[in-house]
């Protein structure tokens, strides 16, 4: 049984950082061959893509992050993580790490193909 566990979640000033961090676990294969990404929920909202990183390193990132965060992994370490600067109030939310069910990104940030969940970590930027 594949386990998403995030961490790095925390409090900050907007205009700070955070680095969050996913370890992936119960694997018999890393998981090279399958896209990732990171999803956030705002109290009060739908749970949105974030930023995704396929099989084959390439990436995508939501319109309101683009420039500020950076999606990455190891694979060798079957770590995902999530380099995030410049935070913004509205960037507080409860973020997840997910994996998807393909090699390929194609509609995982709008929530499609979606396999595997962690349960989330609490990022909370004050103005």
């Known amino acids: 049984q594949v386990q998403l566990v995030e961490s790095g979640g925390g409090s900050v000033q907007a205009g700070g950082s955070l680095r969050l961090a996913c370890l992936a676990s119960g694997y018999t294969y890393t998981f090279t061959g399958y896209c990732m990404g990171w999803f956030r929920q705002a109290p009060g909202k739908e749970r949105e893509g974030v930023a995704t990183?396929?099989?084959?390193?390439?990436?995508s990132y939501a319109d309101s992050v683009k420039g500020r965060f950076t999606i990455s992994k190891d694979n060798v370490k079957n770590t995902l993580s999530l380099q995030m600067n410049n935070l913004k109030p509205e960037d507080t939310a409860m973020y997840y790490c997910a994996q998807a069910s393909f090699g390929s990104c194609s509609q995982v940030l709008n929530g499609y193909n979606v396999r595997y969940w962690g349960k989330g970590t609490l990022v909370t930027i004050s103005s």
């Open positions: 990183i396929g099989s084959d390193g390439s990436t």
